[in-house]
């Protein structure tokens, strides 16, 4: 497709649950981003990925977040044993570097509901 | 201190009007800045970038840069009902990832 697709759009979790985010970025875009969005904030970096390689995993909030992007595609964020204060909107961006100023473009994505 | 600020509104805009947001960043570094428009329940939407010095015209909308005054504005000029929604500045950090603000919220009003 066009644009940064993101699956599911939302998610309702139990306590305790593993849930798995998925991200198809722009075609041709080697950079792929994750923040994380809560209510009535900006987003927030999670992770970086140039290709297939992890770059920046410096905003992940804690261990039970994970993730990947193993053939430099799709990329998928793992949340582990999810927790109420992990409700928020995932949201996935890529651009393509060779631009002087890179510009993100971001998918619709994955509101996360712990209950 | 947050290192993107914004004022979080709700700024309130007469049909037609000017809107007027500004953003201030603390990182002297920073090169280049983005402004993003958010409707509610959807995702960013970019609709700016800048990263000299000056302005930047596209439209109906300006966006500012000084640099020394570590200062990014956004003008909306002949605001529209459809203009109503959060815009968010951000600052590219490195590798093309995102410091945001929180967003001001632009409410046009018929």
């Known amino acids: 497709g066009a644009g940064v697709s993101q699956s599911p759009r939302y998610k309702v979790a139990k306590r305790g649950q593993d849930v798995a985010l998925r991200c198809d970025p722009i075609s041709g875009h080697v950079s792929l981003f994750w923040y994380q969005q809560a209510l009535g904030q900006g987003p927030e970096f999670l992770t970086y990925?140039?290709?297939?390689?992890?770059?920046?995993k410096s905003g992940l909030p804690s261990d039970r977040f994970f993730a990947e992007r193993p053939e430099g595609s799709v990329s998928t964020l793992k949340i582990q044993r999810t927790q109420q204060e992990d409700s928020a909107v995932y949201l996935c961006a890529s651009s393509f570097p060779g631009r002087p100023v890179p510009e993100a473009f971001f998918g619709q994505g994955t509101r996360l509901t712990v209950v | 201190q947050k290192e993107v600020e914004q004022n979080s509104g709700p700024l309130s805009v007469p049909e037609g009007a000017i809107a007027s947001l500004n953003c201030t960043y603390s990182d002297r570094v920073s090169q280049s800045f983005f402004w993003y428009r958010q409707y509610s329940g959807k995702s960013p939407e970019l609709i700016m970038s800048?990263?000299?010095?000056g302005d930047k015209e596209d439209g109906r909308f300006t966006a500012q840069l000084n640099k020394a005054s570590q200062y990014v504005s956004l003008l909306i000029r002949d605001s529209q009902p459809s203009d109503s929604a959060t815009y968010l500045c951000?600052?590219?950090?490195?590798?093309?990832?995102?410091?945001f603000g929180a967003g001001t919220q632009v409410v046009v009003t018929p």
């Open positions: 800048i990263y000299s010095n």
């Open positions: 951000a600052v590219n950090k490195s590798w093309g990832k995102l410091q």
């Open positions: 990925f140039q290709n297939e390689a992890q770059l920046d």
